[in-house]
RNA sequence: GGCGGCGUACCCAAGUGGCUAAGGGAGAGGUCUGCAAAACCUCCAUUCUCCGGUUCGAAUCCGGACGCCGCCUCCA
């Protein structure tokens, strides 16, 4: 097995990853709130983990990847206090809180799935948890990590500095934070870093469940520790989020989890940077209008041009959505599936590769396997077609079909689309008829002809001697 | 106030001490073609925001300036 390269947020750097039980690995990825669409940022960072699921897969890992819902719990204003966010959707739809998560999951995994994301072994939601979040409470308030006041159970953060470290994530002191600066937080609290693992007396919150401290509902972190330690145990290999993560709630988590267990909590924290509008600036809910997948769509682009689109940038870099940058994906993905429809059956059939495609295939998974370098593994595979087509020799399928594990543009589906050309009948009359115009050099015919196909959505190449192919745009 | 990131051609984006600064898109020219499309070929940054420094050698390291952005409240 090959040496997998990741960056480590704990240590700020480049480290070989070394998972606990290889050649499984556990990965658990902070999913989002469902209260809104999930945007074309939030979107890129599930498509980073996909990469990083199918790169290890690639070298052989059994990958079990969790991905959490948090359908419960996030305030508005306060960390502790303030109107849920989901709740608030819920109010203005007049649906319930649970129907408005579900709503927005089911769209999340459908966008998901166009992006040819692979199903994570568990998608798990908060209010399934409840009972296993009141169990690991349970347990840091043993451990002497948490205090119950009127308002709620908090974890104490000044005692948990004194046993061990806080501030792993960030770099941050809990003096530099300022916490609570901006924010009034509540009196109840001994310290402003002290956060909220159960919350209390807060009669207005619509989702409410019984607990041993009264009915309430939980803090925000404690659902990522609950549910990783469930379905991966107390220690896990890679727990990924987004950037913003890094300072709060994953510090948080690492807190709560490891006064609980007495163990690490992750062996490596992997961040994903945004993807950025024109100004750089950041894309969020919160801002009020952002980008949808289905704009992607609206504007005549294959929502897996988005996905190539995202290929194209390392996930710690920022990635700055522009109409060009996603043409410029499309055209990619064009070309690659070109060549798939077009490939002769019998490279299709070689068992093995021409000698050249080699070297393509190691440097593909050294890129990807040097903290998902998918930049450079895209660079290669388009050069790998244009030497194939250069060479005139397309015995590279196999090589294909090894990157398209990562790629996940469905290739082979798309040879396949090409391989069972059955039109419908209108469409073969309108064909046919194209065919006896060119035969009888009534281009003027013809071209009418391309056109109405075209605009039914029917690429149309002519070969040489009356040869033409017709084949549908989305296959 | 604190912490962090970024600035590479018209656009997106790799490269983080040493071969000619990846790749794609756009653009220009060409081959092929009834035309168109696709594909292929050629061209397209003596230079990496700017100014100093270290070094035999820097886009890459150090210092400074300017510009943009994120986080410290929920956010991928």
């Known amino acids: 097995m090959k040496p997998f390269y990741i960056y480590n947020t704990l240590s700020r750097s480049v480290e070989e990853l070394k998972p606990l039980n290889p050649p499984v690995v556990t990965l658990y990825s902070c999913g989002p709130t469902v209260y809104l669409p999930q945007h074309l940022g939030n979107l890129r960072t599930y498509i980073s983990w996909d990469f990083l699921r199918r790169t290890l897969e690639l070298n052989g890992y059994q990958v079990r990847h969790v991905i959490n819902v948090t359908d419960v719990g996030h305030m508005t204003s306060d960390e502790d206090e303030g109107e849920d966010k989901i709740e608030k959707t819920a109010r203005a739809e007049g649906k319930s809180p649970l129907e408005v998560a579900s709503f927005?999951?089911?769209?999340?995994?459908?966008?998901?799935?166009?992006?040819?994301?692979?199903?994570?072994?568990?998608?798990?939601?908060?209010?399934?948890?409840?009972?296993?979040?009141i169990v690991l409470i349970e347990r840091i308030v043993a451990a002497g990590m948490a205090y119950v006041t009127k308002s709620g159970v908090y974890f104490d953060v000044e005692k948990y500095r004194g046993a061990r470290r806080i501030g792993k994530l960030s770099r941050q002191s809990l003096d530099e934070q300022h916490a609570g600066?901006?924010?009034?937080?509540?009196?109840?609290?001994?310290?402003?870093?002290?956060?909220?693992?159960?919350?209390?007396?807060?009669?207005?919150?619509?989702?409410?469940?019984?607990?041993?401290?009264?009915?309430?509902?939980?803090?925000?972190?404690?659902?990522?520790?609950?549910?990783?330690m469930k379905y991966l145990g107390e220690t896990l290999d890679i727990h990924t989020g987004g950037m913003d993560h890094i300072p709060i709630h994953h510090e948080n988590e690492i807190a709560?989890?490891?006064?609980?267990?007495?163990?690490?909590?992750?062996?490596?924290?992997?961040?994903?940077?945004?993807?950025?509008?024109?100004s750089g600036s950041k894309i969020s809910k919160s801002a009020g209008k952002f980008p949808?997948?289905?704009?992607?769509?609206?504007?005549?682009?294959?929502?897996?041009?988005?996905?190539?689109?995202?290929?194209?940038?390392?996930?710690?870099?920022?990635?700055?959505?522009?109409?060009?940058?996603?043409?410029?994906?499309?055209?990619?993905?064009?070309?690659?599936?070109?060549?798939?429809?077009?490939?002769?059956?019998?490279?299709?059939?070689?068992?093995?590769?021409?000698?050249?495609?080699?070297?393509?295939?190691?440097?593909?998974?050294?890129?990807?396997?040097?903290?998902?370098?998918?930049?450079?593994?895209?660079a290669i595979a388009l050069e790998l077609v244009a030497e194939a087509y250069r060479r005139n020799d397309r015995t590279i399928w196999n090589t294909l079909m090894f990157f398209d594990r990562v790629l996940g543009i469905g290739l082979e589906k798309t040879r396949a689309?090409?391989?069972?050309?059955?039109?419908?009948?209108?469409?073969?009359?309108?064909?046919?008829?194209?065919?006896?115009?060119?035969?009888?050099?009534?281009?003027?015919?013809?071209?009418?002809?391309?056109?109405?196909?075209?605009?039914?959505?029917?690429e149309v190449k002519d070969g040489k001697g009356g040869a033409a192919t017709y084949l549908r745009r989305d296959a």
Request: proline residues 5%.
């Open 181 to 228: 600066q901006r924010l009034e937080h509540s009196p109840d609290k001994k310290s402003p870093h002290d956060f909220a693992l159960w919350v209390l007396n807060q009669p207005h919150h619509l989702m409410q469940w019984d607990s041993p401290w009264g009915r309430g509902y939980p803090g925000w972190h404690i659902e990522c520790s609950a549910m990783s």
């Open 104 to 133: 927005y999951l089911a769209m999340f995994q459908r966008d998901l799935a166009a992006l040819n994301q692979e199903q994570p072994m568990v998608w798990c939601r908060a209010t399934d948890h409840i009972g296993d979040m």
């Open 292 to 378: 949808l997948l289905a704009d992607v769509t609206a504007a005549g682009l294959d929502p897996l041009a988005f996905r190539l689109f995202c290929f194209g940038a390392k996930y710690r870099s920022e990635l700055a959505l522009a109409d060009e940058g996603l043409r410029a994906a499309q055209s990619n993905l064009d070309y690659l599936r070109e060549f798939a429809r077009n490939l002769p059956a019998e490279a299709a059939a070689a068992t093995r590769d021409s000698e050249f495609a080699e070297e393509y295939r190691e440097r593909f998974l050294e890129a990807l396997n040097n903290d998902l370098n998918t930049p450079q593994a895209l």
């Open 256 to 278: 709560q989890s490891e006064s609980a267990t007495g163990r690490p909590f992750a062996r490596y924290f992997v961040h994903s940077a945004f993807l950025v509008g024109k």
């Open 417 to 458: 689309a090409g391989q069972a050309a059955a039109f419908p009948p209108d469409i073969q009359a309108l064909i046919d008829e194209r065919a006896e115009a060119r035969k009888g050099r009534n281009f003027k015919r013809a071209d009418e002809l391309r056109a109405i196909l075209e605009a039914r959505g029917y």
